[in-house]
């Protein structure tokens, strides 16, 4: 793929600059604070109809009225999902299939790590906390970031197909992962100590959901490729973000060397923080694109781990066990 034009400093609104997303419809997790409004309202500005797939209903409709505020035509629907609980996938996937709607854009936009505060935060996950296990008695950082997103895509994926094929228009996934990926364990995801308390290291544990967020877009990837199906799959680092998700009293010091690997980004507003989610879930450059990694607006490199074809398998029938 050849470079964008875009770059760190693009916003989402310029990237999408002239693209009609009218008559897609986009489900957007994580929409109640930061790049995830942002994402939000830079599809509805061009015409998507999305629907805000939120823990936090409340805030969620109030963030709905003020894009209604700002663009009278916009299409936004908010539903209730907590993608810590099965359960709650599961019913949030049940009622969106009895909408009837359909579903060219699935976007798992997760929590990120930000390690400057200010008053902008994106609630679809969670990073850097201590060992605690989710409603379903997994680790919490793996059941949120990880889990409940491949839960939620393989329930969906069927109404994707479904809209690709009568659209006849391409359907895309979009994994919102993070360049702390790199800073997983030295073997990439420990699946038998995934809920090991004893060998539990909160920061290499957000960066093994992370890496698994990659994982899982190129192994769908794969396997949408080898039936011939007509929707995309990608992950991608938003940049670092100035955000509130980062609570030194709760994670403890950032390690030197992620923090080191941190120092190497320019501090992104909300605005360039959402730009590479609505590039590469709109742009026209991006069609026919699956299995790739984007940064700022372009296809970037991911680390050895995330290439790793044996571990993406490996993780999706480990998935699949768990999730059934």
């Not at 936009?109 to 008695?137: E, Q, Y």
Request: aromatic share 6%; net charge neutral.
């Amino acid at each position: 793929m050849c470079p964008s034009g875009f770059s760190s400093s693009s916003t989402a609104e310029e990237v999408t600059l002239g693209i009609h997303g009218d008559g897609l419809t986009a489900i957007v997790t994580g929409t109640t604070h930061g790049i995830g409004i942002e994402t939000a309202r830079v599809l509805a500005l061009r015409g998507v109809h999305v629907i805000m797939a939120v823990r936090n209903v409340v805030a969620a409709e109030a963030v709905k009225e003020a894009i209604l505020k700002e663009i009278q035509t916009a299409k936004v629907d908010v539903m209730e999902l907590d993608l810590s609980s099965m359960a709650s996938v599961r019913k949030f996937a049940s009622e969106f299939t009895s909408s009837g709607l359909p579903l060219n854009i699935l976007i798992s936009s997760i929590m990120f790590l930000g390690f400057v505060c200010c008053n902008a935060r994106n609630n679809a996950g969670i990073t850097a906390t201590p060992f605690s296990l989710s409603k379903d008695n997994i680790e919490l950082q793996f059941a949120t970031n990880h889990l409940g997103h491949f839960l939620l895509t393989h329930l969906l994926l069927d109404i994707m197909k479904k809209t690709a094929s009568v659209s006849k228009r391409e359907g895309r996934i979009v994994n919102v992962s993070s360049d702390g990926h790199q800073y997983t364990y030295p073997e990439g995801i420990r699946f038998d100590k995934i809920n090991d308390e004893s060998s539990f290291q909160l920061w290499h544990a957000y960066g093994q959901s992370k890496l698994a967020n990659i994982l899982h877009a190129n192994e769908l990837a794969r396997r949408l490729k080898e039936n011939r199906v007509d929707i995309t799959a990608n992950s991608l680092h938003p940049g670092a973000i100035i955000t509130n998700i980062y609570k030194p009293e709760i994670s403890g010091p950032v390690p030197r060397d992620l923090m080191d690997m941190l120092g190497n980004y320019a501090l992104k507003s909300i605005q360039q923080g959402a730009a590479t989610t609505c590039y590469v879930a709109l742009h026209p450059q991006v069609k026919g694109i699956s299995g790739e990694y984007f940064s700022d607006n372009n296809v970037a490199k991911a680390s050895s781990l995330a290439k790793n074809t044996d571990l993406a398998k490996e993780l999706w029938d480990f998935s699949m066990k768990i999730t059934d």
